[in-house]
């Protein structure tokens, strides 16, 4: 999985400013190692403006009874069938080669690789059918790493997960959920939430017909 990315960089300052500084100037945490984040076309939600649309209530009413609760990382006692169903979900979705059960495995046990704290959890019927990894402050979050179980989880439920996950932040107090990158024509349904932002490579914008158009445009 290939991203637009117009700068890189390393930090070793992890405090919750810093890192809130970093995402505020478009930086996202990467998978590649400790502290680095790429500039990206990143998305957010301003929170102090969300409100759930007609669509979002649909979703939600049709994965009603899905539930999440968050864990820390690093997870103890690894389950190896994480991974195998996050290198599952991501082939399925994207290609061969595109995530890695031991990159999968590196997030989530093993601290001094990885810049994600946080693991969600997401269950039908107390069974766990879906996962994302993502980096938590008291200021943010960013949805990083979802992945779910293509075979038995329910229709929508990729939605599902995402809109309950802002939800949850607004009401734990965040002020913005980063929700990735915009990259291409398979990004368009990040655009779909009140109160999106989006990076232009200098400053956040809210006219979402001009971003509509640049992805239109990308391969």
């Known amino acids: 999985m290939s991203y637009l990315s117009w700068n890189e960089t390393t930090i070793t300052d992890f405090s919750d400013s810093n890192v809130s500084k970093m995402y505020a100037d478009g930086y996202v945490f990467t998978r590649l190692s400790r502290g680095t984040m790429i500039q990206t ?80 959890v997401y269950s039908v019927l107390n069974a766990r059918i879906g996962y994302a990894i ?22 929508d439920i990729g939605l599902g997960m995402m809109i309950r996950t802002i939800v949850n932040a607004k009401q734990g107090g965040a002020k913005h959920a980063y929700l990735g990158s915009l990259q291409n024509k398979a990004s368009l349904y990040k655009l779909q939430f009140a109160g999106l932002e989006w990076f232009d490579g200098k400053a956040w914008q809210t006219n979402i017909e001009i971003v509509k158009k640049l992805l239109n445009t990308s391969l």
């Open 41 to 120: 076309r990143s998305v957010r939600i301003d929170l102090s403006k969300f409100g759930l649309s007609s669509e979002n209530r649909r979703i939600l009413k049709k994965t009603d009874e899905l539930r999440s609760e968050a864990l820390v990382l690093p997870v103890e006692n690894y389950d190896f069938k994480i991974g195998k169903l996050a290198k599952d979900f991501y082939t399925m979705k994207f290609g061969e080669g595109t995530m890695s059960a031991q990159k999968i495995k590196e997030m989530l046990s093993s601290p001094e690789k990885s810049n994600f704290n946080s693991l969600l």
């Open 134 to 155: 993502c980096y938590v402050s008291a200021e943010l979050i960013h949805y990083a790493y979802p992945f779910y179980d293509l075979v038995k989880a329910p229709k």
